[in-house]
Each structure stands twice: as structure tokens, then as C-alpha cells.
């Protein structure tokens, strides 16, 4: 059985824990709640999560689906180097983007999940995952010759003669034979 590739899993859910950091935030920016500056560092500290996080890694085996739109977010990812390939940095660095927003009850739940993903990303780190961007392979234009070597020279195989469908006329006379005399009395 495969081993599971936690970085993956670490990935969608500290992306959803920006969402919901931004959520939370705006929601406690618009109410106006006790200590709503903790609401605004949340927003953007959601945000910059949410940068960080939305373009994907490459798997180790099988391929990977890429977001739409990540090649833009994944220059800047690959140009930080190992600040943001490294999950060691990625686990100490969501742990510490959390911490602020604990202190407000709107943003508990982002704090929450983002403290999970830091813990699945120290997982996957421990395992000695890495994040490696996904790189589109130009594909070979077909060749119209190339594909077909030599074209068939026999014709598609028929049945034999016994086993073809018979004629309109053969049908009657092709009917199966009693093994006992049929008499047909005359009335």
C-alpha cells in the first residue's frame, strides 16, 4: 500500500483556514467587535495564506492537478526558495500566523484549522516531503504517418460457410429433420 502524501492534505486544509480567517475577519471588521484589530490582522493574514497556499505541489507519484491560474502564484512560491518549499518553515510559520488570531471568537475557527494544517504539514515535513512546483510537459504533435505503420491487407474475418446467414429461399430448405416418421392421417 502507497504511503500518504500529507503535504497534500496539509495544502487544502490551511487554504481553506485562510478562507475562513478572511471571513471571520471581515466579519469582525464590519461589526465592529471588541478588539476588531485582531479582525483586521486575521483578513490579512488569511490573505497572504491564501497566496502562500493556492498553488499546488507536485505529487511523487501519479500526476497533479493544477488550480487555475496557479502558474502566476507559483513563480513567486519557487522564487522564495526554501522559505516556502521547506515545510518545516510552512508548519512554524502557520503556527505563528494563528496565534494573533485566537484572541477573537470570529476567528477562532480559521485559528483552529490553521493550527491543524501546521501540524499535518509537520507531519508531512517529518516524512521528508518537500513542496516542488508542477511543470507542464510539452506534448509531441502526432505525426499523421507515424501512427499507422502498415494498413491491414486481408479483409475482417468471416464466418465459415455453415455458419453464415442463410437465404430467404435456403431457410425452408434448410430445416431440421424429424428422426421419426411423421404420418399424417387423412380425415
Known sequence: MGGIEWAMWANEQALASGLILVTGGIVAVAGQFKNWQFAAYSIAAGVFICLLEYPRGKRKKGSTMER???KCFTTVVKAFGPLTRNYYVRA???ICL???????LATILGT???AIASGIYLLAAIRGEEWRPIEVRQREPLQIGATI?????????RPPAEARRKQAGEVEAAAQ???LPVVIEAE
Open 98 to 104: 494563528a496565534v494573533p488570531a485566537a484572541f477573537l
Open 112 to 114: 483552529v484549522c490553521l
Open 149 to 157: 505503420k502498415h494498413p491491414p491487407t486481408n479483409p475482417p474475418p
Open 177 to 179: 429433420d424429424n428422426p
Open 92 to 94: 512554524f510559520l502557520h
Open 68 to 70: 487555475c491560474g496557479q
